[in-house]
């Protein structure tokens, strides 16, 4: 998209106070239904050994509130998935090819997180023109019910959790000075569909971003994929909220220039473990409605992901047999493409 256009954009979004003129102009239309006719990508690690797992491609896997930012002569994608209400948030250097990613969750976090994630851009120039991808979060109440949030989660379920996501993230970007060009908005009714039972769901959960060419594309991993150091990373985006050293900001995750996971330390209390034994009570609904933002638009295997997270609080009640002298848990790349911690 070229730069003037992006300034008449900014330019009605401002005088009308609102995402929805925005996701309303015709070039930003057209480009989510070439998004949406792009076949979904699954990445999934092979079982066998030989010369397809050994040569195949390396990526970035990002968890709920995560950000990275990545480099495209050591990376051949960046993504994440299992967005329900949240955003998948992309920012790609033109010129570097320099790609972050963050799995927004909470309008409390976007200020703080949209500058960590462009200060972690190696060689950034503010004169640098940087393309924005927004994918995920659907309607869950009426857009014109929502229309005046900005509040956090805390007050999601009256105005609904992805408006107010949403509006903040573009409410940000436009108030700063770096050259955005929107690429991508599929969000909110762009990304809304209606399931047998007549529940609105998101059409899409995740993406992933081709560091070669900077195509974005739509994407789900599988637990093979959703790597390294699974569990401790789900962990860390409950265990945040008590933690106040992350305060409105995302979870450190990744080393660019190392290409190496650098999973940062993140406190839990031990009535996380008493809160554990207590979910491990309830029945798969239970967990959903009590757990999920959206308990209609969750994954098959939501209810199994919370379940293996509380066991291993149950078992590791304290954060420090987790993150010895507070420090991070470091992964670096095997030969054949899995990872070991160091």
Not at 91 to 97: D, V
Not at 192 to 216: H, K, Q, W
Request: charged fraction near 25%; charge should be negative; include cysteine.
């Amino acid at each position: 998209m070229n730069l003037l256009l992006v300034v008449v954009l900014v330019q009605i979004v401002k005088e009308n106070g609102t995402l929805l003129a925005l996701m309303n102009h015709p070039t930003l239309v057209s480009a989510t239904k070439s998004f949406k006719a792009i076949p979904e990508r699954k990445f999934k690690i092979p079982e066998e050994s030989g010369p397809e797992r050994s040569e195949k491609c390396k990526w970035v896997y990002l968890f709920q509130r995560e950000y990275a930012t990545a480099d495209p002569a050591l990376v051949d994608f960046i993504g994440t998935d299992e967005a329900t209400t949240c955003v998948s948030f992309t920012i790609r250097n033109r010129k570097s090819g320099i790609t972050s990613v963050a799995h927004m969750d909470s309008p409390n976090i976007v200020d703080n997180g949209l500058n960590q994630m462009l200060s972690s851009f190696i060689d950034h120039c503010s004169d640098d023109n940087l393309d924005v991808h927004m994918v995920g979060s659907f309607e869950d109440v009426s857009p014109d019910h929502g229309s005046d949030s900005s509040g956090s989660e805390s007050d999601g379920n009256l105005d609904g959790y992805s408006f107010s996501l949403c509006s903040k993230i573009i409410e940000i970007l436009i108030m700063r000075e770096e050259k955005f060009h929107f690429q991508t908005l599929c969000v909110l009714a762009h990304n809304t569909r209606r399931d047998s039972e007549g529940n609105a769901c998101p059409i899409f959960n995740g993406l992933a971003v081709e560091m070669s060419t900077g195509s974005v594309i739509p994407a789900s991993f599988d637990t093979t994929s959703r790597c390294p150091d699974e569990i401790v990373r789900r962990i860390r985006v409950t265990a945040s909220y008590e933690d106040h050293q992350w305060d409105g900001k995302l979870l450190e995750t990744y080393n660019t220039r190392t290409d190496r996971f650098e999973i940062a330390p993140c406190r839990w209390t031990w009535r996380q473990e008493r809160i554990a034994r207590r979910l491990r009570d309830l029945s798969d609904s239970e967990v959903l409605h009590i757990c999920s933002t959206s308990p209609s638009a969750e994954a098959p295997d939501f209810v199994t992901n919370e379940r293996r997270k509380w066991e291993y609080l149950i078992q590791h009640p304290d954060w420090k047999e987790t993150f010895p002298m507070e420090q991070p848990r470091v992964f670096e790349r095997t030969a054949d493409g899995d990872w070991k911690m160091c």
